[in-house]
């Protein structure tokens, strides 16, 4: 239970992050578009897939399933960018 709980933690603060930047125009960081972008979506969503992997592990159905698990971690990982992308355009526009 504790680490589904850690797993819905991991998504939330994932989609909490990706409103977050959005919303405060990338915190007023002075970046290129390009470097914005590969920190906003791309660092984020790898950091997300690496923790889900990582908290993953410790469950029973990933157990001796490496290969589920990293799949499991990359569903997980494109479902949040997807909520977090899709809240923050429809909270504050594209």
């Known amino acids: 239970m504790k ?12 989609i909490a992050f ?5 919303g405060a125009r990338f915190f007023g960081l002075p970046l290129s578009y390009n470097a914005t972008m590969a ?3 791309g660092v984020s969503t790898i950091a997300a897939g690496i923790a889900y992997a990582r908290a993953a ?3 029973a159905w990933f157990s001796g399933r490496t290969p589920l698990r ?6 997980a990982a494109g479902i949040s ?8 355009f429809n909270a504050f526009g594209t």
């Open 81 to 88: 960018l997807y909520a977090g992308v899709f809240w923050a």
């Open 70 to 75: 990293h799949l499991f971690a990359i569903a």
């Open 3 to 14: 680490r589904i709980a850690l797993i819905a933690l991991i998504a939330a603060a994932h």
């Open 18 to 22: 990706l409103y977050g930047c959005y």
């Open 39 to 41: 920190v906003w979506l």
């Open 57 to 59: 592990a410790g469950l």
